[in-house]
């Protein structure tokens, strides 16, 4: 992916992401990005796993990836992962919010992107 690509056409499911430049890359060829941040064996992770690829779907001007920052660790630290599932989301490339509440259903992710997206 080209960092200077903001017309990439947007997924209609989460893309699997394994790096910080992978991140980075994605953030900055999308407008507006939902970051699943998970760990692998995490029950809640798995769980809100078809919620946000539902999310992906309903949301044609939402890109959505998923990425573990155990396989990249300064993500740990630079997004401040403390718990997963956490669910970043990102517009023209700045951070707007942070859901890190555990297991999400449709209905509070769509009110959490309604209230940090402009319209």
């Given at each position: 992916?080209?960092?200077?690509?903001?017309?990439?056409?947007?997924?209609?499911?989460?893309?699997?992401?394994?790096?910080?430049?992978?991140?980075?890359?994605?953030?900055?060829?999308?407008?507006?990005?939902?970051?699943?941040f998970?760990?692998?064996?995490?029950?809640l992770?798995?769980?809100?796993?078809?919620?946000?690829?539902?999310?992906?779907?309903?949301?044609?001007?939402?890109?959505?990836?998923?990425?573990?920052?155990?396989?990249?660790?300064?993500?740990?630290?630079?997004?401040?992962?403390?718990?997963?599932?956490?669910?970043?989301?990102?517009?023209?490339?700045?951070?707007?919010?942070?859901?890190?509440?555990?297991?999400?259903?449709?209905?509070?992710?769509?009110?959490?992107?309604?209230?940090?997206?402009?319209?």
């Open positions: 992916m080209s960092a200077d690509t903001a017309t990439d056409p947007t997924p209609d499911r989460p893309v699997a992401l394994t790096s910080e430049a992978d991140l980075d890359d994605f953030i900055a060829a999308h407008d507006r990005v939902l970051v699943d998970y760990t692998e064996g995490c029950t992770c798995a769980s809100i796993e078809p919620v946000v690829g539902n999310v992906a779907r309903a949301h044609e001007d939402l890109a959505v990836a998923t990425i573990n920052p155990r396989d990249d660790p300064p993500l740990i630290e630079r997004f401040s992962i403390t718990s997963a599932p956490t669910l970043l989301l990102f517009e023209r490339g700045e951070l707007v919010g942070r859901l890190a509440s555990g297991f999400q259903g449709g209905d509070a992710i769509d009110a959490f992107l309604e209230s940090h997206l402009e319209a």
